[in-house]
């Protein structure tokens, strides 16, 4: 599934690079992942796995993206996935921050952080190469002190 959808150009949309992989490549690279990544596959009440949420670590701090099918964008599945993200990473781990970067273009990527409590830090200029020219990238975080109740509770997860 992830090579399937790597390797869509519909479904990467203009805001990522483009990054093809064999499902051999793909298999290799899951194998090879750290266990402090995670890797979550956004599902509807129906089982239909829809898009994904990526946790990277980057010190003392938390990185995250995320990617929807394009039939089923502007529906608030993302927004509820990072919430939900949010609450795991801020009840799992000892984090001050949590950050996401945006194409500055991509208004419903943008959104969806605002929706999730994020704020806007700054623009990093050039931050990544995209078919063949330089893009800036939006900078979000959200704090702990920020991060409201948490939004899913799991039994024997505390705030604290």
Known sequence: MFADW????????????LDQSSHAEVEKWYSSLRSEENWFIIEKKD??????????P??????????VLPAERNKGYCTEAVKIVVDYLFLSRSLVRIESEANP????????LEKAGFTKEGVIRKAVFIRGEWKDGA????LREEWKEPRVLA??????
Do not use: M, P, T
């Open 47 to 56: 089982g239909s796995r829809i898009g994904q949420v990526v946790c990277l």
């Open 58 to 67: 980057r010190g003392l701090h938390y990185s995250i993206g995320y990617r």
């Open 155 to 160: 039994s024997g997860w505390s705030k604290e």
């Open 105 to 112: 273009s991509n208004v419903a990527s943008l959104r969806v």
């Open 139 to 142: 900078l979000y975080s959200i």
């Open 6 to 17: 790597n390797n869509d150009l519909e479904f990467q949309g203009q805001f990522e690079s």
